[in-house]
């Protein structure tokens, strides 16, 4: 199952796309119009968050950051890759 969520940050739009299979996060995309430095940070996170269980993401976001001190994000921040994440985990759920 692709688990779609998207939420319109300050100035920029996060999506993410999970390929889930029994609520594991088998697949992760994050993509959008925003900026952050260094470049590998996304492909980074992406691949933090592979493997995990869908309701362990969150914290795993959180704990990502965390460590990546050296990370900037203009006008963006964690909390609106968890609102995204969120958006794309609720998705579904509704169905």
Do not use: C, Q, W
């Amino acid at each position: 199952m692709i688990r779609v969520g998207e939420h319109k940050a300050k100035k920029g739009l996060i999506r993410f796309e999970i390929e889930e299979e029994n609520r594991i996060a088998k697949s992760v995309k994050i993509s959008g119009d925003f900026f952050i430095y260094p470049e590998e940070t996304i492909s980074e996170l992406e691949k933090a968050l592979e493997g995990k269980k869908l309701d362990e993401l969150e914290n795993a976001i959180d704990e990502f950051f965390a460590l990546r001190l050296d990370v900037e994000m203009p006008y963006i921040n964690v909390e609106d890759f968890k609102i995204a994440l969120k958006n794309a985990l609720r998705e579904e759920d509704e169905k």
